[in-house]
């Protein structure tokens, strides 16, 4: 069974740009959330969906926006990019709202 | 909103030795405390987990430790080994609210000695 997969796996972009992430879930799990993680930080959250509903958002400026889809795989964008939104982009998924999350890899995205 | 610190940042033990990283939370609501271990350049993996109604649990030699009324819970390794080197995070979920989102502690950076 595949856990959590992200892509792209890295990602190199101008500041101004926009970019899109993606996200699939453990097969069965319908609760994604979104966490950015700074180099020497714990990871923040940014955003939760459940049931392709919107459930929770972090403190992330409106640029920041994301959405579910009818599979339960999600997308993260961030537009006019910013150099301090270079992170480790990190997907959670969990089957309910009593369970834990389970990680993907994560997509590193630099911003130049 | 929650806030969880956690003590210390970085901690460094003699193979063998135990390890012992402390985390507090501050809102009364949360009832769920994941640990995880992020090894360098890869994702946080969930090594032990406890809710609120349990006050101690253990898994070989991991176990973790919650005290709701002074609102702290703590993470031992022991016989600890040097693949247990790794940035160790706590969490906490609070239950208020629609979002069960977790709030993570700035991580403790674990070396083993051999």
């Known amino acids: 069974d595949a856990g959590v997969t992200q892509s792209p796996t890295h990602l190199i972009k101008t500041r101004g740009q926009h970019v899109t992430l993606r996200c699939s879930p453990i097969?069965?799990?319908?609760?994604v959330s979104w966490y950015q993680q700074v180099l020497g930080q714990g990871p923040q959250f940014i955003f939760q969906?459940?049931?392709?509903?919107?459930?929770g958002r972090g403190n992330f400026p409106d640029r920041f926006s994301a959405r579910q889809f009818p599979n339960y795989s999600s997308e993260l964008n961030v537009n006019a990019l910013l150099l301090g939104d270079s992170a480790l982009y990190l997907c959670?998924?969990?089957?309910?709202?009593?369970?834990?999350?389970?990680f993907g890899s994560g997509t590193r995205l630099t911003v130049v | 909103g929650e806030n969880v610190e956690q003590h210390p940042s970085t901690l460094s033990v003699q193979e063998g030795d135990s390890a012992v990283i402390k985390c507090t939370y501050s809102?009364?609501?949360?009832?769920?405390f994941p640990w995880y271990k992020q090894e360098l350049g890869k994702r946080p993996q969930l090594i032990i987990d406890i809710r609120s109604n349990v006050g101690e649990k253990k898994d070989q030699r991991i176990a973790v430790t919650l005290n709701k009324t002074a609102k702290h819970f703590s993470l031992h390794i022991t016989e600890t080994q040097p693949e247990d080197s790794a940035v160790y995070f706590c969490?906490?979920?609070?239950?208020?609210?629609?979002?069960?989102?977790?709030?993570f502690g700035s991580g403790t950076q674990l070396t083993v000695l051999p």
């Open positions: 969490a906490a979920i609070s239950s208020s609210g629609s979002a069960r989102q977790l709030t």
């Open positions: 809102d009364s609501a949360s009832n769920y």
């Open positions: 959670a998924s969990s089957p309910g709202a009593q369970s834990g999350y389970t």
């Open positions: 969906y459940y049931e392709k509903e919107e459930r």
């Open positions: 097969s069965g799990h319908k609760s």
